[in-house]
């Protein structure tokens, strides 16, 4: 069974950063496509950062050169790590894996999800 928990979401000033982090199991990692999402309530969700199996990255532009996202084989982990916070970056983030895909991340359906991790940033 696909299990997937966030950590480390939190609250920070505008232009600070924080790092979340996605455990991974119940699946051969490393071999599909992972990725981020936020939601803000009344609003759809929606990706942030996806990463595929060869390590290729892709963002959504509102955040390209501000988020990295990471991912390591050997802790079965994803990674965020988000710098230059805005206030319009506060938002629920979860962690998604998709295990009928392993690239062109970005473009694809999700359909195991994490519980969440809450980002507060205030200006």
């Known amino acids: 069974q696909v299990h997937l928990v966030e950590f480390g979401g939190g609250s920070a000033q505008s232009g600070g950063s924080l790092k979340l982090s996605c455990a991974a199991s119940?699946?051969?990692?490393?071999?599909?496509?992972m990725a981020w999402f936020r939601q803000v309530p009344g609003k759809e969700r929606e990706i942030v950062a996806a990463?595929?199996?060869?390590?290729?990255?892709s963002y959504e532009n509102s955040v390209k050169g501000r988020f990295t996202i990471a991912q390591d084989n050997a802790k079965n982990a994803i990674y965020l790590e988000m710098n230059s916070l805005k206030p319009e970056d506060t938002a629920m983030y979860y962690c998604?894996?998709?295990?009928?895909?392993?690239?062109?991340?970005?473009?694809?359906?999700?359909?195991?999800w994490g519980q969440g991790t809450q980002v507060t940033v205030s200006s």
């Open positions: 119940g699946y051969p990692f490393g071999t599909y496509c």
């Open positions: 990463i595929d199996f060869d390590d290729t990255t």
């Open positions: 998604a894996a998709d295990l009928d895909n392993k690239e062109w991340c970005f473009l694809h359906e999700y359909d195991h």
